[in-house]
């Protein structure tokens, strides 16, 4: 049997294999990312790229130019409607999350509706100017054995039947949330795997002229008659509409495409012409798996953890999850991190994919208090949501349903202010801290939390202090004492460290991000590759060779 050896293997080519590929191709590992479809996701999926997994982006080195072109602006996809029929009255309308300049004070990034379908191809297209990269579609693993040494993985080519070998030192699973790595390794899921089920029709149309000046990413039709959700991934030219069924009663088969038109026309509410592109079926689960790793073996994306759509953190979880990971990994290759610091990866995502799964499954919950406002849980029918919306007292009970919703579409707390309360950090007898709600952000430096953004001046130009990380190396920003600092890194050199000195390499416009960062002259902050805090002295130390070199071994040794 033929043989590749390489030092990762990387299962699955959907968004997380492939930001894994990139993560690992901008530190020129040699990798192979195979991917069991034949071409990158070709219909819609995945719409929310939150700031996070865009400032990931932005390490690694890609090109934001076409990422953002290819999204959708704040004025088209900037609210979500709430209507009778997409052609139907208004209800209530909500702003969906934070996507305007507001943002940049903490991001330099801030969220876009940018669909997977358009997502991969730019993904795909990044990794192929990695040499040291190998992409292959059509290739599905087949098994995996480990030993002290490696992995031993065959996997085979769709098209032709033949199967190989791949020998590498480690695998990262991120083949998605039917994962055959993840079952094959026996790692159970803990959570509903079936809340609700739905039918995605695909649709090629431009629905510009029916929802006007109702513009917005999602439309949710509360009509019982004609119930469902518009996602426009294209006002003018390409939507997907969520139809909930019943799989215990009817099949994905049973929606042939007349039916699929006549479901679209009734939530519509007039006729207009259309395509159906595609249609398929899904379940809404809620889980996370009992375990991350196994040895050698990672699990990423949903592989490892599923979460309701209702929040959009799943696509942005799991690039957090590979750009925690990769760093680990290559330290540990490079011999200045032991390898009991892959113990620090589950230990780091697996609470944030539970809170991730909690708060989604809050807010599909919330949904119901809507079809109660209406009176339409009780008495399905169009007659009873209008008799509702006729008298003031139902409106206001409307309102009010709309206004629970607030929190599903607004997360900016959740999605930027995660941060770990063990691992690899160097901690301070105190956890970081708490999440305050998901709404709102409060940036801080404790350690286990994100860097703070803020804009920095560095040779005559305005960069973001995230910037200033680099992915293959930790980050130790000083602020004075500096040469006594640099010593400090010197004489640590084992492991790679970059020396920021603020006020001399990077200017500040004021003291206000030094006071964020709970920063006194002589204080220095150190920063993980992947851009999270790991430790933190507010003053100089009275020996800053030694306090560091204290920080990095319990860092590193987890």
């Known amino acids: 049997m033929p043989r590749i050896e390489v030092p990762f293997l990387v299962v699955g080519a959907g968004p997380v294999g492939m930001m894994g590929g990139i993560l690992l191709g901008a530190q020129r590992r040699r990798c192979l990312v195979v991917e069991r479809r034949s071409e990158p996701q070709p219909a819609p999926a995945a719409h929310v790229v939150n700031a996070r997994s865009f400032e990931i982006c932005r390490q690694a080195g890609l090109d934001m130019a076409p990422?953002?072109?290819?999204?959708?602006?704040?004025?088209?996809?900037?609210n979500v409607i709430f209507v009778t029929r997409l052609a139907g009255e208004e209800i209530g309308r909500l702003p969906f999350e934070r996507q305007g300049d507001e943002c940049?004070?903490?991001?330099?990034?801030?969220?876009?509706?940018?669909?997977?379908?358009?997502?991969?191809?730019?993904?795909?297209?990044?990794i192929t100017k990695f040499p040291s990269v190998d992409l292959r579609y059509g290739v599905q693993w087949e098994s995996s054995e480990q030993d002290e040494e490696g992995v031993t993985s065959t996997l085979r080519n769709l098209a032709t039947d033949d199967t190989y070998e791949v020998r590498s030192r480690y695998v990262i699973a991120a083949d998605g949330a039917?994962?055959?790595v993840r079952t094959s390794l026996g790692i159970e899921m803990q959570g509903p795997s079936r809340i609700r089920s739905f039918l995605m029709i695909h649709l090629g149309a431009n629905l510009r002229p029916v929802v006007r000046d109702r513009l917005g990413v999602l439309h949710f039709v509360v009509d019982p008659e004609a119930g469902g959700v518009f996602v426009a991934h294209d006002i003018d030219r390409e939507w997907v509409y969520m139809h909930e069924f019943d799989p215990d009663r009817e099949a994905e088969d049973d929606f042939d495409e007349e039916r699929c038109r006549s479901l679209v026309l009734r939530a519509i509410g007039r006729d207009v012409p259309m395509r159906i592109l595609h249609r398929s079926s899904w379940h809404m689960g809620a889980q996370v798996a009992d375990e991350m790793r196994d040895r050698r073996i990672f699990l990423a994306g949903d592989a490892a953890h599923r979460f309701p759509p209702t929040g959009g953190l799943g696509l942005n979880a799991g690039f957090q999850d590979v750009h925690g990971l990769v760093w680990k990994l290559c330290a540990v290759e490079d011999g200045w991190a032991p390898s009991r610091l892959l113990e620090t990866y589950a230990k780091e995502r697996r609470p944030v994919a539970s809170e991730n799964a909690r708060q989604s499954l809050e807010n599909a919950v919330k949904l119901s208090l809507l079809p109660q406002a209406l009176g339409i849980d009780a008495e399905p029918t169009t007659a009873r949501m209008a008799a509702t919306l006729a008298t003031p007292e139902g409106r206001r009970a409307v309102d009010e349903a709309i206004e629970a919703q607030t929190t599903h579409f607004d997360m900016l707390g959740l999605q930027l202010g995660y941060a770990y309360a063990e691992g690899a950090l160097a901690l301070e007898g105190s956890s970081p801290p708490a999440l305050i709600s998901p709404r709102e952000f409060v940036p801080s430096s404790h350690p286990g939390a994100r860097l703070p953004h803020a804009w920095l001046e560095a040779n005559g130009e305005t960069i973001s202090s995230l910037d200033l990380v680099r992915a293959d190396a930790f980050a130790l920003f000083s602020w004075g004492e500096h040469e006594r600092w640099a010593e400090a890194i010197a004489q640590n050199a084992s492991v790679p460290c970059l020396h920021v000195r603020v006020g001399t390499d990077v200017v500040l416009p004021d003291e206000s991000w030094s006071t964020l960062c709970e920063m006194e002259p002589g204080g220095a902050l150190l920063v993980r590759p992947d851009q999270h805090v790991a430790w933190r002295a507010h003053a100089a130390p009275s020996d800053p060779t030694s306090a560091l070199r204290r920080a990095l071994t319990t860092i590193l040794e987890g």
């Open 67 to 78: 990422i953002f072109a290819a999204s959708q602006s704040p004025e088209d996809a900037g």
């Open 104 to 126: 940049l004070r903490f991001t330099p990034t801030p969220l876009r509706n940018l669909s997977q379908h358009r997502f991969e191809p730019i993904l795909a297209d990044a």
């Open 178 to 180: 039917g994962s055959r």
